[in-house]
């Protein structure tokens, strides 16, 4: 409703201000009628417009609320730990490492200090299948020098055990030999390779008058 009467008061304050003295009574007389008949036309168009008001409410009213939006949770960025698993090889020869400081006897450890010796040869060894040869002696080594531990630490010379002790360190030292064995022949294959090869390839050379018969 104030627009109604706003508008009119407006025009004719801002006739009043523009108004000179040359204006004639006829133009203050046309800006007077323009504001009767606007102030007209708002009394009319007002109710109309009260009732589109009052609609836009009720469908507002009758509206659901929207479903408040979840952010979507922040990806948090995996950090890898990666955890590289050792393999079967430098597992076994970690454990040798660890019984051979806390074995006393002397015999059992020299054997020890051997198979580390020849665990690293194949580590180093290309082409070897280094795990089919650490499983063969991992799981019965560390098991047997676990025993072999507990039994030094209760410091009990009883028959039973002084017997058991004497049947690990003679296993330990097979062990040991058939280790050095089983090295040895890996590269026993290797030479014999490799010598075959250089025949192949010396045959070669003489073929092509580079080398004499």
Known sequence: ????????????SLHSATTTEGDTPFATFGVILSCIFAIGFSARKYPEFLKILDEREK??????????????????????????KMSKGKQMVSDLYKWRAEIESTSIRADITQMIKLSDIVLKKTGADHDLFFSRYDATLNKLLDKYDEIENTRLNTNDMVETMINIESTIKDTAKAMKQEVSNMYKADLLNINAETSVFLRELKKKGLLDE
């Open 1 to 12: 409703m104030a627009s109604i009467i706003v508008t009119p008061l407006y025009a004719i």
């Open 59 to 84: 469908n507002k009213a009758m509206q659901p609320a929207p479903e408040p939006t979840s952010k979507p949770a922040p990806k948090h960025s995996k950090t890898k730990t990666v955890n590289k």
